[in-house]
C-alpha cells in the first residue's frame, strides 16, 4: 500500500517500485488522500479555462489513467485538497489538512484492514516539502499503521490487521539530482538541474537510504504514469528532461527508508519485502 496526498504524487515518487512489484504478482494499492481539487494546472499545454474549472474531474481521470498504466489498484481517501497557501494565509475551512486526525486515521485503518497490507509506503516527517497535504499524510499513514492492529482502536471498521513494514520515500533527494547532474555533465549534456540544485540549502544531510529497490527496467512505465498526469507533468520541463540512459546507469533504484518494522531484516536491503520472503541477491 502506498499512500499519497494528490493524484500524480503516486507516479513523481516510487512509481517504478509500484510497477515491478505489481508486475512480480504483488497486489498494489495506492491510496490517494485528496483529489488534487485546489492543484494548480502546471502544464502551459493544459492551462484552459475548461481545464481549471473541470480540474477536480480531469484529475480523477488521470489517476484512473496512471493507475492503469501502473497495473496497479487506487483509492481515494475522500479528503479535500488544502491547496498550497501562501505565508500567513489560513488553510480553506474543510480541507485535509485540518481533518481531525482521528477522522483521517480511521479512514486509512478501514482500508488497511481491508486491503491487509504487509507493507506501507509514505512520506517521512518532511511530507518530501512542506506541502500541509504531504505533512498530514505522514501524520495520518503514522497513525494508521499503528493503530490498525489493535482491537479496540477504531471499531466497526473490520477486523484488526498489523502491516508488518512502514517505509519513508526517499525520492528527488539532493544526492539524486547531484548525481545526475554530475554524469550528465560529464557526458557533455546539460542537465537543466542547476536551478533545483541551488534551491537545496548547502548543509543538507546526505541520505539515510535503508532500501534501495533496483527497478531502472520500469523507468519507461513510470513516465507514462506521469504523463497521464497531464495537467502536472509538462512533458518539456522538469521531470521528463533528465536523460534517462544516464538515469539508468548511475542511480537505478528507487529509495526507501524503513522507519517501523514487526519482522527482522538486515539492513540495507533491495527489497520492500526483505525480511517477509527469501532474501534477493
Known sequence: MSVHAHPDDESSKGAATLAKYAAEGADVLVVTCTGG????????????????????AIRRAEMETAR???AVRQRF????????????????????????????AGRLVALIREFRPHVIVTYDETGGYPHPDHLRTHE???AAFEAAGEADRFPGTGQPWQPLKLYYHGALSKAWFQTMHDAMTARGIDSGMQAVLAEFPADVPAPQ??????CAE????????????????DPNAGLMLHDRDVEREVWP????????SHVETSLPENDLFSGLRPARC
Open 37 to 56: 481539487e485546489r492543484g494548480t494546472v502546471l502544464n502551459p499545454a493544459m492551462d484552459r479555462p475548461e481545464v481549471r474549472e473541470n480540474l477536480a
Open 218 to 233: 520500469y523507468f519507461g512505465v513510470r513516465d507514462r504514469a506521469l504523463l497521464a498526469h497531464a495537467t502536472q507533468i
Open 68 to 70: 492503469d498504466v501502473l
Open 77 to 104: 481517501l475522500g479528503f479535500v485538497d488544502s491547496g498550497l497557501p501562501a505565508a500567513g494565509e489560513p488553510l480553506p475551512e474543510g480541507c485535509f489538512a485540518l481533518a481531525p486526525l482521528q477522522e483521517a
Open 253 to 260: 533504484t528507487e529509495d526507501y527508508h524503513l522507519a517501523r
Open 140 to 142: 495520518v499513514t503514522v
Open 209 to 214: 537510504f535503508t532500501t534501495q529497490v533496483p
